[in-house]
């Protein structure tokens, strides 16, 4: 069976230092990796995606992830956190071939000042 | 601009009410999904329809049924026989390639009175 997973519940950073929120996932055969954000109250946003090629892959706002295919990882990463990227993130993989996502639990991410 | 539009934003359910949650997109995607967003719990598919007059159960389709009658609307029922009805719902569609992305409204929040 497919499956995510965000192992931090919450990730606490200072403005001006990297950030790196996690996710794991397991899926039979090619997977097809997603990252969305949401703020509060409001729909989630695309941020990048993994479908194939480069391992690193750079998507909206400066954020970048890594695939990592013998760790089954899809880490999202930025260099520099602004306290404007506080939301909760969340990491999808793509099952089967019906377009449907399955999502990982999610991890708020707390910039701080 | 192209986009989906939920509404309305936020509802109220009184006891043994159905409602019905609306779901319009000018995108031109073929498939439709509507999820459930719990705390703390990610997002979890309702349901889901590839083509018009079509529609699929997903991982927690009871007390909730749909309609596909036209290409950009996919209207959601909560029923009577939803025991928990309160939550956050979102609404998606993509084009029918598992490497195209899900774009989201901004969700409808429904409450029980």
């Known amino acids: 069976a497919q499956s995510v997973a965000q192992p931090e519940d919450q990730v606490n950073v200072a403005e001006g230092n990297p950030l790196t929120v996690k996710c794991t996932y397991s899926v039979s055969g090619n997977p097809y990796l997603f990252w969305y954000v949401q703020y509060p109250n409001r729909g989630l946003q695309f941020l990048l995606k993994?479908?194939?090629?480069?391992?690193l892959v750079k998507g909206s706002y400066g954020f970048e992830a890594e695939f990592n295919k013998s760790q089954t990882s899809f880490h999202l990463k930025k260099p520099s956190a602004l306290v404007s990227d506080s939301a909760l993130y969340f990491c999808a993989v793509r099952g089967g071939n019906t377009g449907k996502l399955i999502f990982g639990q999610g991890t708020t991410l707390q910039v701080k000042p | 601009d192209g986009g989906i539009t939920q509404s309305p934003k936020y509802l109220f359910r009184k006891e043994g009410q159905n409602v019905t949650l609306s779901c319009e997109q000018n995108?031109?995607?073929?498939?439709m999904y509507w999820y459930r967003q719990d705390p703390g719990q990610g997002l979890r598919l309702i349901y889901y329809?590839?083509?018009?007059?079509?529609?699929q159960k997903g991982d927690i389709a009871e007390g909730y049924s749909v309609s596909r009658e036209k290409k950009e609307s996919f209207p959601l029922t909560v029923t009577s026989a939803q025991k928990n009805p309160t939550a956050f719902y979102l609404c998606?569609?993509?084009?029918?390639?598992?490497?195209?992305?899900?774009?989201f409204g901004d969700g409808t929040r429904l409450s029980i009175l």
């Open positions: 993994y479908i194939t090629g480069d391992n």
């Open positions: 329809s590839q083509i018009v007059n079509d529609f």
């Open positions: 995108l031109n995607h073929d498939a």
């Open positions: 998606a569609s993509t084009r029918p390639n598992v490497r195209q992305t899900q774009h």
